[in-house]
């Protein structure tokens, strides 16, 4: 049994501007149907003001809860005040969530991020287009493949919640939460937002060409190969130039449809952690 | 919220029947002596564990009570049945189980799988029946031990033991099948001497003795190392002084449990078949995650597709109805149930899958109101859904 604040309860029982906005000036999405919770959310803008929002959700009572508080919480702000709106606020508002619900409120600012990058305000256009470029650059880092979790969408977690340990960036983000793969990467994550990452780049011996050949196949063979074969799926080197490493892929995920996009980020952390961090998986036919 | 409590969640835990309290009372008033004490006054409490033990006997029909061993719970059974035969085995590094396996089976399998064990997990298909093809083809002269359970806890999916076991003994003689018997005591009849389970396990508080008891089945045939080492209580094959009071409410447990097998098989499925109808019937986004597959008679477990099961169950709560989900939100876990994933059932449907589980205490009206009921709370969340597209299409075709 969750303990859920009555706020929450109120919440899921009763939940405010249900809907969708059909001429809505922005739309965001986060979650999806396969990893069990959704949000969409329609936003109505005028003049920099939010003056009308609604949600959809597929979720749990706290995901409902979450997604209803956010739609209060925005009508009314302008555009500007509703960007600096994060996850705790969302949480905080709530009267807290259980820490292993943590990840119910980060789907409600992903999805608000989602809907705003998506939202040009005219006068300020260009820094729109900054927003959404940069962002977009770094959201293609998956980390967790299981749950399509992004490195960005971790490091933002880390940075609002103060997060230190695997767990809680799971309770947060989902991430690590089902096959468990990415725990090493999550936890590289946070070394290198606390800055330990220092030391073990010092440390890390400096390949020749040829040693780094010989890793990238042994860490292919011995490591990813046997992991994608567990699920079904497997690797085949076909090369490597300077970083470029190609590769032939079959994969099988548990849940998730963009598996093969996960999969070559999957192979890529693991390649960049073990082997440099400039590396590059190219996937061929 | 409500002062009403309808208890559909039978396959967790059940309700302790009166008169399994009535006879656990006096050891735990005045009968308080330890059995292995050497005067009279321990007499009744060793005659309580004796009178239990034939009464397990016969609930499961062994050859003989000294093939019963008590433990705490059905974890304990089958902790200590996998490892027991294990140690007496060494020699052998083959192990088989199933993907549905209850965890107390499966992730002992999965650490003893990191120890260096073998081991091969048979799948299911979608109605939750077990892959006996692959079972048949996976048994070897290595295989040391099968566990399979006698039926599912989130499905209520029968495995036919009689089979399992004859596919075993066929391949390899000397392999050993312990049976997960948890999800069956006092539903159907168990019968291990039929059925050819070399070891099976029970758990009281499934059929209405408390929790913190249960039994393990060992055949005569079947040595095992104790996984509870110290004095020479239960032959030695499990440690510790006797739970006087649990032994023999588990012993009338069995008694009550046996008389009421009819029952079960008659009214409890008359009552499961009219809710699993009511709301196959009326609600239009509900689907049977087992098909037509043979079932215990308290069971069944329904998907709502583009729904939660978390949300569902909380709805449910609020107007006093108890049952389980198989979604991921529910447990802590962030995957949905291994059950319904091994099955294959749909990913719409898996998250906003529920489990109802029905008991010889369960009424007429208690299922005339949950099904009254089932399907407000299903459009109150269907309005969430961000997929109402496919909502409508399922609604036009089912025609509601």
């Known amino acids: 049994m969750w303990d859920y604040s009555e706020k929450v309860m109120d919440h899921y029982r009763n939940p ?26 329609y936003l109505k803008i005028k003049d920099g003001i939010v003056t009308d929002a609604k949600f959809q959700t597929f979720g749990c009572g706290s995901a409902v809860a979450s997604s209803s508080i956010l739609t209060e919480m925005i009508i009314g ?47 300020d256009l260009n820094q729109a287009l900054n927003v959404v470029n940069g962002k977009s650059e770094i959201k293609e880092k998956i980390v967790c493949t299981c749950f399509g979790v992004t490195e960005n969408v971790i490091w933002e977690a880390i940075k609002l919640n103060g997060l230190t340990t695997v767990e809680e960036v799971t309770n947060y983000t989902k991430a690590g939460g089902a096959c468990g793969k990415c725990k090493s990467a999550i936890q590289d994550i946070i070394d290198t937002y606390y800055h330990k990452e220092k030391k073990v780049k010092e440390e890390a011996p400096v390949l020749s060409p040829a040693q780094k050949i010989l890793k990238i196949n042994n860490i292919i063979e011995n490591q990813i190969s046997p992991e994608l074969q567990k699920d079904g799926g497997d690797i085949t080197l076909v090369d490597i130039v300077d970083n470029k490493v190609s590769v032939r892929l079959r994969g099988r995920c548990s849940g998730c449809r963009n598996s093969n996009l996960t999969l070559k980020a999957f192979v890529e952390t693991t390649l960049k952690n073990a082997v440099d961090k400039n590396i590059e998986v190219i996937e061929v036919n | 919220m409500s002062d009403r409590l309808i208890y559909l969640d039978n396959n967790a835990t059940t309700q302790v029947d009166e008169q399994v309290l009535e006879e656990m009372l006096p050891y735990l008033k005045g009968e308080y002596a330890n059995p292995s004490s050497m005067y009279t006054f321990a007499k009744k409490s ?52 199933t993907k549905v396996e209850h965890p107390c089976v499966l992730n002992v399998y999965k650490s003893l799988e990191k120890q260096g064990y073998n081991v091969d997990y048979i799948g299911v298909n979608s109605n939750g029946e077990l892959d006996l093809e692959e079972l048949s083809n996976k048994v070897n002269g290595d295989t040391a031990l099968v566990s399979v359970m006698y039926a599912n806890n989130e499905t209520g999916v029968i495995n036919p033991i009689d089979k399992v076991s004859e596919i075993i003994k066929s391949k390899n003689k000397n392999t050993k099948l312990y049976v997960d018997a948890v999800q069956v005591a006092g539903k159907i009849p168990i019968d291990v001497q039929a059925c050819g389970a070399d070891m099976l396990g029970i758990s009281g508080h499934k059929f209405h003795a408390p929790k913190g008891v249960g039994a393990l089945y060992v055949n005569s045939k079947t040595i095992i190392t104790p996984l509870i080492i110290g004095g020479h209580q239960e032959k030695g094959k ?72 978390e949300l569902i169950l909380l709805h449910m709560s609020d107007l006093g ?9 529910t447990s802590g876990s962030l995957e949905p149930s291994h059950v319904l994933r091994a099955m294959n059932v749909p990913f719409t449907a898996i998250h906003g899958s529920i489990r109802f ?21 299903i459009e109150k969340i269907v309005k969430l859904s961000p997929y109402q597209d496919e909502l409508a299409e399922l609604r036009r075709r089912k025609g509601v």
């Open chain 1, 77 to 123: 702000k302008s555009v500007e005040d509703v960007r600096k709106i994060t996850n705790k606020d969302i949480a905080d508002e709530l009267g807290g969530l259980p820490p292993e619900k943590m990840h119910c409120s980060v789907m409600g600012y992903e999805a608000l991020e989602d809907a705003l990058k998506g939202y040009v305000d005219k006068d």
């Open chain 1, 16 to 41: 405010r501007n249900v809907g969708k906005i059909d001429d809505a000036d922005a739309v965001g999405n986060a979650g999806s149907l396969t990893c069990g919770d959704q949000l969409k959310i």
């Open chain 2, 357 to 377: 589980s029905l008991s010889k205490y369960t009424t007429e009206k208690d299922i005339d109101y949950v099904n009254s009921v089932m399907p407000e709370i």
């Open chain 2, 46 to 97: 060793s005659n309580a564990i004796k009178e239990a033990r034939v009464k397990v006997k016969e609930f499961v029909n062994a050859e003989s009570e000294r093939e019963i061993i008590f433990t705490s719970c059905g974890t304990e059974s089958a902790n200590t049945a996998i490892r027991g035969v294990l140690s007496m085995n060494k020699d052998k590094r083959h192990i088989i189980t």
């Open chain 2, 238 to 309: 499990r440690a510790g002084t006797e739970n006087v009071p649990y032994i023999a409410g588990l012993g009338k447990a069995c008694e009550i449990a046996q008389e009421n097998l009819h029952y079960e098989a008659t009214e409890v499925k008359r009552l499961r078949d009219k809710l699993e109808q009511g709301i196959l019937k009326n609600i239009f986004n509900a689907r049977l995650n087992t098909g037509v597959a043979n079932r215990v008679p308290n069971t069944t477990n329904i998907g709502f597709e583009y729904v939660e099961g």
């Open chain 2, 321 to 329: 109805i108890c049952a389980s989900s198989g979604s991921a939100c």
